[in-house]
């Protein structure tokens, strides 16, 4: 049978049935992925076949689908080993504010970053639009702009209003959808306006837990009613930056990517270099100076995930 796995604790994985129905299944002897060195080699989004075990409710995955993408975090400890949080996303939203607590930008353009790093299309959610006065309204409107002519589709929402949530919630139709922010953002406020249902998230947990096995689960998918899930990932933090290297930064960067073949030398980093087309276009005012101070501040190093 085929599935797609919505729970994974690490040792039991619920998988679902494109029926509806679940099954908590384990991994049969040493099932490795090639390639990746990971602590867990399966995970929530992945595509699996199973087999049920004789006469019991539970199942052994015995293949592994290929994945379109996935995240994964860096173990904390010095391993080198990541964690797979979560495979075949369609999509990540990231819920952001412009007032209490404001998102950076460079916040933002982190996030951006480490979704083109993963290959899954970004899109941003700003919330608490019914904080705005006319002048706040005018600046929300210069940001969704100046993320939208990248190709970052912008909504603007009110979780706690209700405004415009039914475009956030014909987004995730169909989808398996990433959603991250940071604390305060109000993502908790939205993913229950998103899934009134509440009764559904908490059920599931539970009985998950009955289990007695594990308790703690990596990653878990929710079923929208109307059809797609939803990833919540706790934070940002989640999502570290790996496996890019600095000479690489540019093509993470949408509207540095389609310039840079236009750089004199191929392996410009558009700092200092003549004959930039990137700082050309800075120059021009084609490329937002806030977006490359954030291609500055992650090629330096700094920190701007807070
Ligand atoms: N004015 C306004 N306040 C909102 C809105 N959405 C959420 N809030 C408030 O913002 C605060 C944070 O909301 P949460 O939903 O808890 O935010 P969160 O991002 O999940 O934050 P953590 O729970 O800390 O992860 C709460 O006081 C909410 O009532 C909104 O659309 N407008
Ligand atoms: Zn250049």
């Not at 964690?83 to 990231?94: E, G, K, R, T």
Request: aromatic share 8%.
């Amino acid at each position: 049978m085929q599935g797609l796995v919505t729970k994974s604790t690490g040792s039991w994985y619920q998988v679902r049935t494109p029926g509806g129905e679940r099954y908590d299944c384990r991994i049969k002897g040493k099932f490795r992925i090639k390639d990746i060195v990971t602590t867990n080699p399966i995970a929530v989004g992945d595509v699996v076949d199973f087999e049920l075990e004789p006469e019991q409710q539970t199942g052994v995955i015995t293949n592994l689908h290929q994945r379109k993408n996935y995240i994964i975090r860096k173990s904390i400890n010095l391993s080198k080993q990541g964690q797979i949080i979560a495979a075949n996303l369609d999509q990540a939203l990231l819920v952001v504010t412009l007032a209490s607590p404001r998102t950076s930008l460079g916040f933002i353009d982190r996030f951006l970053v480490t979704a083109e790093a993963y290959d899954v299309p970004a899109k941003l959610v700003f919330n608490k639009l019914d904080l705005f006065s006319d002048e706040g309204l005018d600046i929300l409107a210069e940001y969704t702009t100046m993320y939208e002519n990248i190709g970052y589709p912008c909504y603007e929402v009110s979780a706690l209003a209700g405004t415009n949530i039914e475009q956030v919630q014909a987004l995730l139709k169909d989808k398996i959808t990433l959603i991250s922010g940071h604390s305060g953002v109000g993502k908790s406020s939205m993913i229950n306006a998103l899934l009134p249902d509440l009764t559904l998230r908490t059920s599931e947990v539970s009985e998950w837990s009955d289990k007695g096995t594990h308790t703690t689960t990596f990653a878990e998918m929710f079923e929208i009613p109307q059809g797609g899930f939803l990833i919540d990932t706790p934070g940002i933090r989640e999502l570290g930056i790996i496996d890019i290297e600095k000479e690489e930064l540019g093509h993470f960067f949408p509207e540095m990517r389609e310039r840079m073949h236009n750089c004199k030398f191929n392996n410009c980093q558009h700092i200092n270099e003549p004959g930039c087309a990137v700082l050309a276009a800075l120059e021009r005012g084609e490329i937002e100076i806030s977006r490359y101070d954030s291609y500055l501040s992650i090629y330096n190093g700094n920190d701007t995930r807070a």
